[in-house]
């Protein structure tokens, strides 16, 4: 249907801490792979999961052999590649790369470098996929010598943030026009973590155009601090020390901590979950 529009990469995440022999299948997914039939060996191990998931590890070297054996592989040259781990640190880098983005599990999409926060829905999916409102980044809208103050309304209160466009001109200037254009208006603090963040923004939203990580000296050592991802943004709870390095500072919140505490917590990625807070709009002022 989307022909050349469409790429799809697949990266392992193997869950190690509740499957003990995740990363080994991985591996044997990959030596299939080789033999041009990783597709065929990963859909052989999710329909008989529950044949090996209970098995000792040590047993999973032959079941994974059995399997390449089904699929009409070279089974020497596939029980070679996992005794001699041959994928090993593929899989490794793939995975340290997933913990590292603090992912939540699987399955896990990105879509064009955002990640995508699993509403149940197709058409979710597929909204969030297509080309955004906006051509192109926005027009500069700012000016580094003035202050900027992002007030954040919602039913409970008003939250807000001194924006630092000196610190990260490009995402603080994505923020105000997205801001004034009424891009955050009916969005949600969609997700709220108790002592950890409050993300908001749109989850399924899609603004067109990505703006690089601007990574300073700040730190996230403090609740209210406000950081970017895309057209989205958090606010600590608590220090986050984790985070140091890894996100864009764009502000922090001087006044309206407590209505940002007092948020319920919430989980977009959880159907049974209640909605975030809503905001009702972003209002910028310029001094």
Same mark, same amino acid.
């Given at each position: 249907?989307?022909?050349? %529009?469409?790429?799809?990469?697949?990266?392992?995440?193997?869950?190690? %801490?509740?499957?003990?022999?995740?990363?080994?299948?991985?591996?044997?997914a990959e030596a299939a792979?080789?033999?041009?039939?990783?597709?065929?060996?990963?859909?052989?191990?999710?329909?008989?999961?529950?044949?090996?998931?209970? /098995?000792?590890?040590?047993?999973?070297? !032959?079941?994974?052999?059995?399997?390449?054996e089904e699929l009409g592989?070279?089974?020497?040259?596939?029980?070679?590649?996992?005794?001699?781990?041959?994928?090993?640190?593929?899989?490794?880098?793939?995975?340290? !790369?997933?913990?590292?983005?603090?992912?939540?599990?699987?399955?896990?999409?990105?879509?064009?470098?955002?990640?995508?926060?699993?509403?149940?829905? /197709?058409?979710?999916?597929? *909204?969030?996929?297509?080309?955004?409102?906006?051509?192109?980044? =926005?027009?500069?809208? &700012?000016?580094?010598?003035?202050?900027?103050?992002?007030?954040?309304?919602?039913?409970?209160? !008003? &939250?807000?943030?001194?924006?630092?466009?000196?610190?990260?001109?490009?995402?603080?200037?994505?923020?105000?026009?997205?801001? *004034?254009?009424?891009?955050?208006?009916g969005a949600r603090f969609?997700?709220?973590?108790?002592? %950890?963040?409050?993300?908001?923004?749109?989850?399924?939203?899609? =603004?067109?155009?990505?703006?690089?990580?601007?990574?300073?000296?700040?730190?996230?050592?403090?609740?209210?601090?406000?950081?970017?991802?895309?057209?989205?943004?958090?606010?600590?709870?608590?220090?986050?020390? %984790? /985070?140091?390095?890894?996100?864009?500072?764009?502000?922090?919140?001087?006044?309206?901590?407590?209505?940002?505490?007092?948020?319920?917590?919430?989980?977009?990625?959880?159907?049974?979950?209640?909605?975030?807070?809503? &905001?009702?709009?972003?209002?910028?002022?310029?001094?």
């Open positions: 249907m989307y022909g050349e %529009n469409l790429r799809f990469v697949y990266r392992h995440f193997p869950l190690v %801490n509740i499957h003990d022999k995740a990363f080994l299948a991985a591996e044997g792979g080789a033999q041009g039939a990783f597709w065929e060996m990963h859909d052989l191990l999710f329909e008989r999961f529950e044949e090996w998931r209970s /098995l000792p590890p040590d047993r999973m070297v !032959d079941v994974l052999t059995g399997y390449a592989l070279d089974t020497e040259r596939f029980a070679q590649d996992l005794e001699d781990h041959t994928y090993q640190e593929k899989v490794q880098a793939q995975y340290e !790369d997933a913990v590292g983005m603090q992912l939540g599990g699987t399955p896990t999409f990105i879509v064009n470098g955002r990640l995508y926060l699993r509403d149940v829905s /197709l058409d979710a999916f597929i *909204r969030f996929s297509m080309p955004g409102q906006y051509d192109a980044p =926005p027009p500069n809208v &700012i000016e580094g010598e003035r202050q900027y103050l992002a007030t954040i309304r919602t039913g409970k209160g !008003d &939250i807000t943030i001194e924006l630092y466009p000196d610190q990260a001109p490009v995402n603080v200037n994505s923020f105000v026009f997205l801001a *004034r254009d009424g891009w955050y208006d969609y997700q709220v973590l108790p002592d %950890n963040v409050a993300v908001a923004g749109n989850p399924i939203g899609n =603004p067109g155009y990505l703006c690089e990580p601007e990574i300073g000296e700040l730190k996230f050592d403090q609740a209210g601090v406000v950081g970017a991802f895309g057209d989205h943004f958090f606010i600590t709870l608590a220090p986050q020390p %984790n /985070l140091d390095g890894r996100f864009t500072i764009i502000g922090r919140v001087v006044s309206g901590m407590e209505v940002l505490q007092s948020l319920a917590p919430s989980d977009f990625g959880d159907p049974e979950a209640p909605q975030g807070e809503v &905001i009702e709009t972003i209002v910028i002022e310029e001094k």
